[in-house]
């Protein structure tokens, strides 16, 4: 047995560590200007809008490259269509009459490229920003859809699709699903380090695009 493998043994689950190590950058997170102002009812639709146009490129890579993966794969388990998010987003922006135009620089540009690059070929550090996005997607995410008709001052659910999880009527379950196939993941120490540290930088990311859309 190799040193990586024994380390596997006596690590605590990769879930366990994702949730301990991003604790602070989850807090972070949720104290950006943009989150605060969704939830305090300040943030215009227009503005909301152009932060799901920049986000839908980055869901829409991940996407495409986790629905092409092959049946043997390490991170094929994370093909999961019922917490895609790109065609919901897609169908909202076209409801707010909103297109994601590419853009060639800035924060959004930036956590677009990485994700791309993750991607080609897909490497298995793409499950931390899987990881980042759904399981936020499906936790805070929760929460944010349920005021956000009311904080946008929407006259309807319409253009809400990103918050309605049809395919997931228990997030509960789905977390637990989704903890125990990064639990299931083959990885060794460094693989582990490498992931956590991806993570973070994920939550960077996500961070500096909020910021930027709200400083737009
Ligand atoms: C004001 C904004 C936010 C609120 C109120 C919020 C709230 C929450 C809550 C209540 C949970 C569940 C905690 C648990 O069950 O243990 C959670 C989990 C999570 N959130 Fe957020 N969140 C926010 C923003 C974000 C953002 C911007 C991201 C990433 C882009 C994010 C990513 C995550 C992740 C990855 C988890 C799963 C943690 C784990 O169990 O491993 N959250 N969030």
């Given at each position: 047995?190799?040193?990586?493998?024994?380390s596997?043994?006596?690590?605590?689950p990769?879930?366990?560590l994702l949730?301990?190590?991003t604790k602070?950058a989850?807090?972070?997170?949720?104290?950006?200007?943009?989150?605060?102002?969704?939830?305090?009812g300040?943030l215009t639709v227009?503005?909301y809008?152009?932060?799901l146009?920049?986000?839908?490129?980055?869901y829409?890579?991940?996407e495409?490259?986790?629905?092409?993966l092959?049946?043997?794969?390490?991170?094929?388990?994370?093909?999961?269509p019922?917490?895609?998010?790109?065609?919901?987003?897609?169908?909202d922006?076209?409801?707010f009459g909103?297109?994601p135009?590419?853009?060639?620089?800035?924060?959004a540009?930036?956590?677009?490229a990485r994700?791309v690059?993750l991607t080609?070929?897909?490497?298995?550090l793409?499950?931390?920003h899987a990881y980042?996005?759904?399981?936020g997607?499906?936790s805070?995410?929760?929460l944010?859809?349920?005021?956000?008709?009311?904080?946008l001052?929407?006259?309807s659910r319409e253009?809400?699709?990103?918050?309605?999880f049809?395919?997931?009527?228990?997030p509960?379950?789905f977390r637990?699903?989704?903890?125990?196939?990064?639990?299931?993941?083959?990885?060794?120490?460094?693989?582990t380090?490498?992931?956590?540290a991806?993570a973070?930088?994920?939550?960077?990311l996500n961070?500096?695009l909020?910021?930027?859309?709200?400083?737009?």
């Amino acid at each position: 047995m190799d040193a990586g493998a024994a380390s596997v043994g006596t690590e605590a689950p990769l879930s366990t560590l994702l949730r301990k190590e991003t604790k602070v950058a989850h807090r972070l997170a949720e104290g950006t200007r943009l989150a605060r102002a969704f939830f305090t009812g300040k943030l215009t639709v227009a503005r909301y809008a152009e932060g799901l146009a920049r986000l839908y490129p980055v869901y829409a890579a991940m996407e495409d490259a986790l629905r092409a993966l092959s049946a043997d794969h390490p991170l094929r388990g994370f093909c999961l269509p019922r917490v895609f998010r790109a065609d919901a987003m897609l169908a909202d922006l076209r409801y707010f009459g909103v297109s994601p135009e590419p853009l060639r620089a800035g924060a959004a540009t930036r956590y677009l490229a990485r994700v791309v690059e993750l991607t080609q070929p897909v490497q298995t550090l793409l499950v931390a920003h899987a990881y980042v996005r759904y399981m936020g997607d499906v936790s805070g995410g929760i929460l944010a859809g349920r005021v956000a008709q009311r904080v946008l001052r929407l006259p309807s659910r319409e253009g809400l699709a990103f918050f309605a999880f049809e395919g997931i009527p228990e997030p509960d379950v789905f977390r637990r699903e989704f903890r125990a196939l990064l639990d299931a993941l083959p990885r060794d120490r460094a693989g582990t380090r490498a992931i956590v540290a991806e993570a973070n930088l994920a939550f960077d990311l996500n961070r500096a695009l909020a910021d930027e859309v709200w400083d737009a």
